[in-house]
């Protein structure tokens, strides 16, 4: 029986937490503290999101995150994480809107769960022009699945 | 929400229980709770956690974390893949979905008779079971009354364009309020789950199951790792019956993991989904969670259109597809809501499993022309139907799309199909993997749900919907569990294969007899009722799972069957319950296996587990069977055994007699109870095997080999003759401790017995025989018994061997003993048996 190893490697996290930080919006406004503790905790839903995937995508997943890392050696001699922000914005749009429909599936999965992560953080609920700022108590429980 | 604290066998032993239910969610819960208020003895297991859901944090994500299936990214592969979301957790998709409820429209009922060839089902029928889940989930319709702004808004906009729509009802005690506020949705945590609990269920949380455990046909229980912290633990657990219901993915899947494929998971059926985020002028109260609670039928059966569950983060998610150019929207959220048009999907998936990967579910769905064009016209519906509710921009969940700003843009949808490339599509309606029905080409199981091929083993949840109801299929699921499960009750009442098994309902045992269905056993069960002493006399049988037990349960209404297997002492203890002072006659055992481990394992063990629970209960005498082979084969052929002639097993089976005898005499002289051992050599009568049915056969062909000169003698026990000294050694109190052989008036050389069964075959009833004999030196025997004990030795087993090798062997043995200590007098001779043996051979039916 093959397992995958579920849990993401350390540089594994941080890529996530390098990429959530260049997909995440900078409104509504948080202070630097607020802001780093909503990086966080959308990075760790990421991750979270990445390590649950079935097995038999597990694995392709990280291959194709290993390649976005290595990939830029081809055209910037160095690896994404050490490329300066512009350069990782232009590398990550280059994926996220380019032709190759796998590249886009690769961002547009932390895309999507980094995006419902920052908005349904309570810090950033606050700043929204929404009554009362925070989820009611159990509605968290059915949005991915409104069933019709 | 608590596991029952004695859902955790911590004696070692494999855990068992009468019923296996897999699966807690809507079908699964219901099974279990519905078998266990009937006595059933249940475990529940589920792969997901046992969290109270209204306990969750309102925080989204850690929801979708802890309670989802893979995060809720199950992915549906195929031209475009689709997000399938369903729970994991205690209560399944029921904890996460939104309660909605929808009976089953009239015309799959006729579409399934035709097509599938569905038994038994008609909306006459399955009214009564739709009405009474309906009460048990409170199901109901908040009306006007209830209606939020965000439903007023889209039922404005659907009258103001003359469709049909409706309020769809709602599991829910409270119709005014919102779904999702505390204790108000009935899910299965509110519901079955604690009814369940309540009757005496063993739920198991945290516990996937790897695959059913299959033996000769027959499902004997499940493999599983149940997960307690980091750790993890393999479980295997024992059971009658089992009922899968894992949902329309996981059932299927587990069901190909155990080798059972036929019409297992190739006929997965869906809804897919689109979905749209619309901004209103004015404010809307989407972000209480509130789903709009009206559905457009306009379009029904392709398509239907309602509201979505709201989030800020939701939104952000569907407008995802094309951030850049529609993230300022999320500064109007107050004034958005999301909505959906969901479609019936018109092909076919599938699911399969990877082998030798861990949860390697691959799930596909390739969207046809049909599905395309349906897609294309719902979203061009639903923008329609939100510009007519007031809404000034809608943005689709489709990439590179742009925002659409008015109803005659939508419209353009109707004429030009959206590329599948663009579209980001869901689905939360999955069903159809294991249809029911009688159609062999299409239907994994019967009309009720029973595995084709398998009579202890049903499918209970959405997989088995034959197709698409159009509609939101918990409501079917359930009423069709419903109708399933109280079939399985009706019919197992009705053969008695598995009875309920409460303390309090069980009567009080006299006399208790292991082996019942067997040869001997049936014309024991027999003798007794005909004896005056136990005519009256409460009789309990220990019968294997799937054995028939109708012929034991005719002979008398108070024969009671308690479902069992010497291997099983949890069984064994539930069989000798309420025996204080009774009689136990213990005539299973095995003598050809498949292995000869078995031997040991029920034999001995079997036995010694079997005197222990007859301790412990009290049982006041034990009469055991036991065989000649525990002594041997006499040195020649005009010796004869008596009780005193000293062990000397014969392979293996004698061996595991032997040890028996040992342990048998041990008991009584810890004065655990009266024992009593009688060895009985070859018997015969009605009720016989088929092996003893193929020596008639052989016979008659003149193909019975003889060895030698055929003059070896053999002790033979006519059944009658046989029951005759098991009642006397259990009624007389002087025998016990004592060991007694019981057979026939004398010993009969093997000449003698085929000559025998010709005249009887060719006199009696006419058979016509060949009349020849195929005579085979000595040494073959010889050679045979080699070969078996070598194949023994290698822990293997050959019965055809094991006969030909014991032919040329004198096995006779003395019945003084018995004729003068038990007033044993054998009425039958070897002739008149043989005319019995016969006639009850050609009255069932018996090929000679």
Known sequence: MIHTPRRLSQSQRQLVAKIVGLVLPERPSLSAPERARVHSAVTGFVASQIEALPTFMALPYRVALLAFQLLPTLRYGRRFDGLNEASQAAYLALWSEGPVAPARDVIKLIRSCALLAYFDHPDVRSQLPMPGGTLPAGSAAAPASSAP | MTTAPNAIDRSGNPLRAQVVVIGSGAGGALTAAMLAESDYDVILLEEGPDVDTETIPTNSTEAISRLYRNGGMTPILGRQNLAFVEGCCVGGSTEVNSGFWHRLPPDSYYRWKADYLLDGFTPEMMEGYFERVEADLSVSRSGRSGETRGSAILREGIESLGWKYEEVPRCQKDPSASAFGPGVRQSMQRTYIPRALEAGVRMIPNCKVREIALEEGRAVGVNAVVRDGGRSADWRIRADVIFVCCGAIQTPALLRRSGIRRNVGNNLRIHPMIKAAARF???????????????????????????????????????????????????????????????????????????????????????????????????????????????????????????????????????????????????????????????????????????????????????????????????????????????????????????????????????????????????????????????????????????????????????????????????????????????????????????????????????????????????????????????????????????????????????????????????????????????????????????????????????????????????????????????????????????????????????????????????????RCRRSRLRLPAIVGDLAQAADGALQALGLYDQRIHVLGEMNQTIACSIDKAKVELGYAPRFSLREGMVASVRWCLENGQHL
Not at chain 2, 416 to 433: E, G, K, N, R, W
Not at chain 2, 485 to 502: A, T, W
Not at chain 2, 656 to 669: D, G, I, L, P, W
Request: hydrophobic fraction near 40%; glycine fraction near 8%.
């Open chain 2, 281 to 767: 002028e004015h404010e809307v109260d989407s972000y209480d969670a509130a789903i709009p609670i009206y559905q457009v039928k306009e379009f029904w059966p392709t398509i239907t259109l309602g509201g979505s569950v709201f989030t800020p983060g939701f939104l952000a998610m569907l407008l995802s597809e094309n951030w850049e150019a529609h993230r300022g929207a999320m500064e109007n959220c107050h004034q958005m809501g999301i909505y959906h048009a969901a479609t019936r999907g018109l092909n076919r998936g599938s699911i399969r499993v990877l082998p030798g990967v861990d949860e390697g579910v691959v799930v596909r769905y390739r969207l046809n022309r049909a599905d395309q064009r349906n897609l294309s016209i719902g979203l061009a519906r639903l923008g329609e139907l939100l510009f007519a509710a007031g809404a000034v921009a809608v943005y689709p969940s489709l990439r590179s799309f742009p925002v659409l700003t008015s109803a005659e843009q939508c419209r353009s949808f109707l004429q030009t199909d959206i590329p599948l490339s663009a579209m980001s599509l869901s689905t939360v309606h999955v069903f159809s993997s294991c249809p029911m029905g009688e159609n062999p080409d299409l239907c994994a199981t019967d009309s009720f749900g029973r595995v084709r091929g398998f009579d202890n083993l049903h499918v209970n949840d959405a997989s088995l919907i034959p197709d698409s109801p159009g509609v939101n299929p918990q409501g079917s699921t359930m009423a069709i569990a419903l109708r399933n499960v109280e079939h399985f009750m009706e019919d197992s009442e009705r053969k008695r294969r598995l009875p309920r098994r409460r303390e309090t309902r069980m009567p009080r045992a006299d006399v208790l007899v292991t082996g019942a269905t067997g040869w001997l056993g049936t014309v024991l069960v027999e003798k007794l009722y005909a004896e005056p002493d136990t005519a009256d006399a409460g009789v309990r049988c220990l019968v294997s799972r799937g054995m028939d037990a109708s012929p034991l349960t005719a002979i008398s209404d108070r024969v009671g069957v308690a479902i069992g297997d010497l291997r099983d002492p949890e069984s064994l203890r539930d069989f000798c319950r309420r025996a204080e002072g009774a009689t136990l006659f213990h005539a299973a055992g095995i003598i050809h296996p498949r292995r000869t481990r078995e031997f040991d394992q029920i034999n001995v063990e079997g036995t010694r587990a079997l005197l222990a629970a007859a301790r412990d209960a009290g049982v006041k005498r034990v009469v055991v069977v036991s065989s000649n082979s525990a002594i041997g084969c006499n040195p020649r052929s005009d010796h004869l055994f008596d009780e005193h002639s000293p062990y000397d097993p014969y392979l293996g089976y004698g061996r595991s007699k032997a040890e028996m005898e040992r342990v048998v005499t041990q008991a009584q002289a810890r004065g655990d109870f009266e024992a009593v051992i009688v060895r009985a050599p070859w018997f015969y009568g009605p009720h016989q095997p088929a092996r003893q049915t193929q020596f008639f056969h052989m016979i008659r062909q003149g193909r019975f080999p003889i060895l030698g000169d055929g003059s070896q003698r053999r002790s033979m026990a006519y059944v009658d003759n046989l029951c005759q000294g098991l009642l006397l050694a259990a009624k007389l109190e002087a025998a016990a401790g004592e060991t007694y052989w019981i057979a026939d008036e004398r010993a009969y050389s093997i000449n003698e017995i085929v000559d025998t069964v010709e005249d009887v075959l060719e006199n009696e009833f006419g058979i």
